[in-house]
């Protein structure tokens, strides 16, 4: 028989008891599988909904409805698998569901790190609970039970950053990198996997970099240096908002630099950079760093880190495309993010790029009535997106010369992914799939008194052999 007794005198219930006792209130001890995100409830209080089992219900759980008078009083479970204890929940049904409801009146809950056995001191609790020396028992035997139980949330459709599709939902084990607050009680999250989002099709026109230029992030807000230099520089980082219906979430209760499973979430594109949006029936879970999942994770980016050509957009593999050369074709390859926190202002760098948008697009602009080439690309790859210039000589290794207009109109469209007629001229420059390019990138300032504001960097070393 199991170690809780259905019977026992200190009536704590199995949740498959539980659910047989609708309309009264009950004392439960289970296992947190799922986390709801906080966020205030229709009326003043704020809600939240965990899931828990326990050996009697292992699947697919049951839910606990919380209420409670602000954000920080909801409980904050910090890895699935925690144990929680709940006094004089009431279970209740809503359609075909049978749940519990914690009210804050009169309910109580206690969470427990599942692996501390030490002291059974809770690391959160609501102000009405009061431990009791017959805790022990129960909590102890949960903590069993999960040693030979591994833990099933009934979620097999796991993705990573590779393989999300635009205008669909998804479930992403991530890492929480940072939650910030990019306007007044306007949050966003940072997370990344090690892996790269797929490159997307470019459908802005090119002619409209002037007036509305393609943004180097997806945010208004362009995040602080500070920021950037922490985040890692191999593998895209996504910026997840809130939904406009959702804004009254408690994402800034999230905590940053954890591994966590976002249960449906919405991808979408903006000027052709990937973002995903918090809905309102999104659910967290916190890992831990010892899941398997994480760890697989972990190994696979730290295989692709120590790589020679790891650093290499995951889908221009095996190899960028060959329209252009570098002289330093040995140097491994660095990412874009890579470049832009380098600890020095000067650099050099070896990169593979898309060049996504320029201006001046039309190449009879290519070059200033004194006939020097100075031109602004925007580059990107999966990490970040910058401006880089082409300038006088270093120009001229890369279109080999002055070619003809003819010819240089070819060697743009060839760059950035456009269709062409006939006589070399554009047909479409709406939809654009710019190829991935090896290019040699310096790092230099313009201004000796603000060396980092005034940084700039500059194609160098490359040709494009068309």
């Known amino acids: 028989m199991s170690g809780r007794s259905r019977r026992d005198d200190y009536k704590f219930l199995q949740i498959v008891d539980a659910r047989a006792a609708l309309n009264q209130k009950v004392n439960l001890i289970g296992v947190v599988i799922e986390t709801g995100l906080p966020k205030q409830s229709k009326g003043t209080d704020c809600f939240c909904t965990i899931k828990i089992i326990d050996e009697s219900y292992p699947s697919p759980g049951i839910s606990v409805n919380f209420f409670a008078a ?21 279970m209740k049904t809503h359609g075909p569901e049978i749940y519990a409801l ?27 609970y ?16 999960l040693e030979d ?6 979620l097999t459709d796991l993705h990573s950053l590779k393989e999300i599709r635009e205008g669909e939902r998804f479930n992403l084990i991530c890492k929480i990198l940072h939650v910030c607050e990019v306007e007044k009680d306007k949050w966003m999250l940072l997370v990344w996997d090690g892996t790269d989002t797929p490159p997307v099709t470019i459908k802005t026109k090119l002619e409209e970099e002037l007036e509305n230029p393609l943004p180097l992030q997806s945010v208004n807000s362009p995040l602080p240096r500070d ?34 499973k976002l249960i449906n979430i919405r991808c979408e594109l903006h000027t052709a950079l990937w973002h995903a949006v918090i809905m309102p029936f999104t659910k967290l879970c916190y890992l ?40 330093y074709p040995d140097v491994p390859f660095v990412s874009l993010m890579r470049v832009l926190v380098n600890p020095k202002v000067v650099g050099k760098f070896h990169c593979v790029v898309r060049v996504v948008a320029a201006f001046p697009w039309i190449v009879e602009d290519f070059r200033s009535p004194s006939g020097v080439y100075r031109i602004r690309l925007t580059l ?66 313009i201004d000796d008194s603000n060396v980092w ?4 960097f500059r194609i160098f070393a490359t040709t494009l052999k068309v």
């Open 288 to 327: 831990s760093d010892e899941d398997d999942i994480v760890l697989q994770r972990i190994r696979d980016h730290d295989e692709r880190r120590k790589s020679k050509w790891g650093w290499m957009p995951l889908s221009c593999f095996p190899w960028p495309s060959d329209i252009t050369e570098t002289d």
């Open 380 to 445: 990107e790859d999966p990490t970040t997106r910058i401006h880089a210039y082409l300038y006088a000589e270093d120009a001229e290794q890369f279109f080999d010369g002055y070619p003809s207009v003819y010819a240089l109109t070819k060697k743009r469209n060839l760059l950035f992914g456009t269709s062409e007629g006939d006589d070399g001229s554009e047909m479409n420059d709406y939809s654009r799939n710019p190829p991935w390019i090896k290019c040699c990138l310096k790092s230099y300032h």
């Open 149 to 154: 139980h591994r833990i099933d949330t009934g």
């Open 130 to 145: 009061h431990a009791r020396e017959q805790d022990k028992k129960f909590i102890l035997d949960l903590m069993k039970w």
């Open 102 to 128: 914690f009210n804050k009146k009169f309910s109580s809950f206690a969470i427990f790190d599942r692996k501390d056995n030490s002291n059974f001191l809770p690391y959160q609790c609501s102000l009405k």
């Open 70 to 90: 602000t954000m920080d009083k909801l409980p904050q479970v910090l890895t699935v698998g925690d144990i929680i204890q709940l006094s004089q929940v009431v």
């Open 453 to 456: 504001g005034s940084r700039n």
């Open 227 to 260: 920021i950037l230099c922490t985040l890692p520089p191999l593998g895209t980082v996504l910026r997840v908002t809130i939904d406009r219906c959702n804004e009254k979430l408690g994402i800034n209760l999230l905590k940053s630099n954890r591994w966590v």
